[in-house]
């Protein structure tokens, strides 16, 4: 399969969301995060306050309230047993769920393949020397990645790719989750993409990130005499029942692999990266050291 990645996606997710049944579930995110905004600023708490008090990011906690973000209904119930709401967020969550379900993320033709294996994978393997993995950005993070691209997108257009790529996030806290491992390059968490604050916010998220029990970060740092790495990033997953496939994309070039022979190929190099890499432990005291620097 070859197309016309987007700018960073690691790993693809570039698609714009689709039109047909959105609409209203779009309203009701709004409409619940603004209620979670009215009842944030009554109780005199900052966004920043609310996330520390409920596990979640000052960014993430933006999101949901410009309901970009879909807010789950354990966070829900939490915001409104915090905030003395009575109720009104925790009913809230019956008809969120319901939403979930008719919410879709349309993708580019060139994408659909990979997307619709993806939201079945039970393991997904990144290696990334470019950009932080798709999965794991912030929105700011994702804004910029979108907003340098070129040719340039119009700001229509990022903020469609900016919402599906956050809405693609929810693989990580379905139930099951995926196993899920990634490398990345040292060099791409030290870049300042987007300014300080949005690498500050970006390598907070990863150590949050890092600490889910089915998730491994590591890095690869820069001072490694040797790297297996060097022929550019590639997804692997996995579905049960089916042979491990990879997924590439590179210079507005995409590309499903499903050769048996390719794909050991891969698994093999991800391995020998893997091995070459820091340890999870290390990789996590690593972006710490890289925050307490910033």
């Not at 987007?194 to 998730?215: F, S």
């Not at 490694?224 to 994309?249: C, Q, V, W």
Request: with cysteine; glycine share 8%; hydrophobic share 40%.
């Amino acid at each position: 399969m070859a197309g016309q990645p987007e700018a960073g996606a690691g790993a693809g997710d570039g698609g714009t969301e689709g039109t047909e049944g959105t609409e209203d579930v779009s309203d009701l995110f709004r409409a619940v995060g603004r209620q979670i905004r009215t009842a944030r600023e009554r109780a005199g708490l900052s966004q920043k306050e609310l996330g520390q008090r409920v596990g979640y990011g000052e960014e993430q906690i933006s999101s949901v309230e410009r309901g970009r973000r879909t807010p789950q209904p354990e966070f829900l119930a939490t915001v409104d047993e915090l905030l003395e709401c009575g109720g009104l967020l925790a009913v809230a969550a019956e008809d969120v769920e319901r939403a979930k379900a008719r919410r879709r993320v349309r993708h580019p033709e060139w994408f659909r393949d990979f997307a619709a294996l993806e939201a079945q994978a039970v393991e997904l393997c990144y290696f990334a020397n470019q950009a932080v993995p798709g999965l794991f950005q912030t929105e700011s993070y994702a804004r910029s990645v979108f907003a340098s691209r070129q040719p340039f997108f119009d700001e229509e257009s990022i903020e469609q790719r900016v919402t599906a790529r956050l809405a693609r996030q929810e693989l990580l806290i379905r139930w099951p989750p995926p196993t899920v491992s990634a490398i990345v390059q040292e060099a791409v968490l030290r870049q300042p993409f987007g300014g300080p604050k949005i690498q500050r916010e970006q390598l907070e998220c990863l150590v949050k990130v890092a600490r889910l029990r089915h998730v491994e970060i590591q890095v690869m740092p820069t001072l490694s005499e040797d790297h297996a790495g060097m022929g550019g990033p590639f997804t692997l997953l996995e579905i049960k029942g089916r042979p491990r496939m990879a997924y590439l994309e590179v210079q507005h070039t995409s590309r499903l692999i499903t050769d048996p022979e390719d794909v050991r190929v891969l698994a093999a190099k991800y391995g020998s990266i893997r091995g070459q890499a820091l340890t999870t432990r290390e990789s996590l005291r690593l972006i710490e050291t890289m925050l307490g620097d910033l």
